[in-house]
């Protein structure tokens, strides 16, 4: 069984009387394996009092200064000697972001009695050759990953359109991106554009070029930094990209999102191009998302 809970604005002080769980010499730990639908399995290590029915806990992390506002509770079922397990189903989808793990005990998720896991063996193979496990719209996606403080959390996307970076190549002044559109029909009649960031609505179209695919939905482009420096200003710059559809749809994202990296931004890194006084670089940001940095001398 599975609920989704909206959280308090505030946690309560834990209650009188409520047990925690029976501190391990370890926190707990968790395997947990993703299958071809986005199902994730999860086995807790953990010693628990006879009886006790503790619950896996998944909480969005709120922004800085913000209160929890999502939490996703899981039943843990006896799953051998010291060893309880959950599954999260493909459905419901989880919003987008970053969700921390927990074991709570039956009767509460306060933040006084819940335990944060510790990551195990993460099996992520049905991941690596990049097909969405939810293909209908919005794509959902789901990767496990260790944090920087070395916990278990979920990296989570929920898109209603995405236009999936397959192939980035980095060439002298050019940069040429092989994508497939997901949740947004065929890519004919669409254009590519590169948007300033900040406000100012300088952006820079250019036409895809069509490739051998079922549906489509795939394409390819080449930007030539050369424009995108005449198209811009001076000094720091970031050029976010997207796909735009006739009709005044709402422009779709471009970024790498179908695979089992959670995070992109440090693990890849392009050759920076330098032009005249300006270096321009793609890159990944720190939602996968593919963008171009120009910096001026």
Not at 74 to 79: F, K
Not at 101 to 127: F, I, K, M, N, T
């Amino acid at each position: 069984m599975t609920t989704t809970e909206h959280a308090p604005p505030a946690e309560p002080a834990r209650p009188a009387g409520l047990p925690r769980l029976t501190p391990p010499v370890e926190r707990p730990r968790a395997d947990c394996t993703v299958d071809a639908s986005g199902r994730i399995t999860w086995n807790v290590h953990l010693t628990v009092p006879a009886g006790a029915r503790p619950r896996l806990l998944l909480r969005l992390r709120p922004k800085k200064g913000q209160p929890e506002t999502l939490r996703h509770l899981l039943d843990l079922e006896p799953a051998g000697p010291d060893r309880l397990r959950a599954v999260l189903d493909p459905e419901p989808v989880l919003a987008e972001g970053r969700w921390d793990a927990y074991v709570v005990p039956a009767s509460s998720d306060h933040e006084e009695v819940r335990q944060r896991l510790l990551p195990g063996l993460r099996d992520l193979r049905a991941l690596v050759d990049g097909r969405p496990g939810r293909t209908a719209s919005p794509l959902a996606v789901r990767i496990p990953y260790a944090t920087a403080d070395r916990y278990l959390a979920v990296r989570t996307w929920l898109r209603r359109g995405h236009a999936e970076a397959a192939g980035v190549r980095v060439s002298g002044h050019t940069l040429t991106v092989r994508a497939r559109l997901h949740g947004a029909g065929p890519a004919a009649g669409t254009t590519v554009l590169l948007r300033r960031r900040g406000g100012d609505d300088t952006a820079l179209r250019i036409e895809p070029r069509a490739e051998d695919g079922q549906g489509g939905e795939d394409f390819s482009f080449t930007v030539d930094y050369r424009d995108v420096l005449n198209a811009g200003g001076s000094g720091h710059e970031v050029w976010d990209l997207y796909v735009e559809r006739p009709g005044g749809a709402p422009l779709i994202r471009m970024g790498r999102l179908l695979d089992d990296v959670a995070d992109r931004k440090k693990i890849f890194v392009y050759t920076a191009a330098r032009l005249g006084g300006a270096t321009v670089r793609p890159y990944y940001t720190l939602d996968n998302d593919l963008s171009v940095e120009v910096t001026g001398d």
